[in-house]
């Protein structure tokens, strides 16, 4: 479970900053940033995942009910009639044939081979015959692991679309971020409409820093680094700044 957040933080923070023009991987975040920052992009596929585990066993307690023969037995030939031509439509949105989205191929074919086991076990627990059969058990883990694997492309699908779609919003409400206010010992020369640069006074021995900036807004911190915005941040003209956090950069946050 660890792992899985792990990876879904990794691809929902790399889909994030690269809307921003950024590289997740030159922020430097560490383990547990990517652990915090991948849980929106696990609300949904966990949660769908448990939904449909517990659709599954509930089908699977309504199977065992007396009576249920007659209505399990033709829903599993229902069930199994809709594997095929879901898997046809996966693959053709595989090798692009159709546009069904990017979640269509992983859902379709994951989905198709989850129905067909979910039929054959409810066949398997109306009839009372043994499940899975010898000659079965080689072809149940190839499709456990295509399942499998298929849940990891769509749930990294959807983290990577979570992370673009958050950052577009962020990008439309930068109100939100904490505003700074930037002093250093040299002269950024930014040409950035929003962020005003003044010259601080020379106020005795002892003042180092030499320049002050307003208007930025903060993105991210990572470690001893600042990933800072112009409050005026549009995707076509935007920038964005790295500072370090050493003792050439005092930071001041403000409300507004």
Not at 21 to 46: H, K
């Amino acid at each position: 479970m660890t792992a899985l957040v792990f990876f879904l933080g990794f691809a929902y923070t790399d889909s994030f900053y690269h809307y921003f023009g950024l590289d997740a991987a030159t922020l430097g975040f560490g383990t547990p940033d990517l652990l915090l920052r991948g849980s929106p992009a696990l609300y949904l596929p966990v949660g769908g995942l448990l939904f449909g585990v517990l659709l599954v066993a509930l089908a699977y307690h309504l199977a065992t009910r007396r009576g249920a023969s007659r209505w399990v037995r033709p829903a599993c030939v229902l069930i199994a009639a809709a594997v095929a031509p879901l898997l046809v439509l996966g693959f053709l949105a595989g090798f692009g044939a159709i546009d069904l989205g990017q979640y269509a191929v992983p859902l379709l074919i994951g989905g198709a081979l989850l129905l067909a086991v979910l039929a054959r076990l409810l066949f398997a627990r109306v009839t009372g015959s043994p499940y899975p059969l010898p000659g079965e058990r080689a072809a149940v883990v190839v499709t456990v692991a295509i399942v499998v694997l298929c849940s990891f492309w769509a749930a990294t699908g959807y983290a990577h679309a979570k992370g673009t779609e958050d950052a577009r919003r962020l990008s439309a409400r930068l109100y939100q971020r904490p505003a700074m206010i930037v002093d250093t010992t040299e002269r950024l020369y930014l040409a950035w409409p929003a962020v005003q640069e003044y010259a601080l006074a020379d106020a005795g021995q002892g003042q180092r820093f030499r320049y002050r900036y307003h208007g930025f807004r903060l993105l991210a911190q990572s470690g001893a680094r600042m990933v800072l915005i112009p409050r005026d941040w549009t995707w076509d003209t935007g920038n964005v700044l790295v500072l370090p956090l050493d003792t050439n950069v005092r930071v001041t946050f403000h409300p507004g």
